[in-house]
């Protein structure tokens, strides 16, 4: 996506993030589904993949670009269970 981070991560130090335009989309989408993750136990496992495709629909994303935009969640998505398997170790 653009954005990488070395080290720790804190808001309030003043640190400025951009966002390459080509990405912002995906970003934007990507924020409005993080209310649709299934939990258990250990935390989040995944996303609810139904609610995705609401999702695309209700923010009348063009069916031809369904794909490619959920491929991109799917990759956020193995990164953010990837980070917090990490962090629980």
Known sequence: M????EGELSLDDGN???????????FL???AI?????TGMAGPTGLN????????RR???PPGERDRLFEL??????AALDEWANSRT
């Open 49 to 56: 993949y139904q609610s995705i495709e609401i999702c695309m």
């Open 29 to 31: 989408f990507w924020m």
């Open 59 to 61: 923010r009348r994303v």
């Open 34 to 38: 993080q209310t649709q993750w299934n």
């Open 16 to 26: 400025e993030f951009w966002l390459w335009p080509d990405n912002e989309e995906t």
């Open 2 to 5: 653009g954005l990488y981070v």
């Open 73 to 78: 969640v799917q990759a956020m998505e193995r």
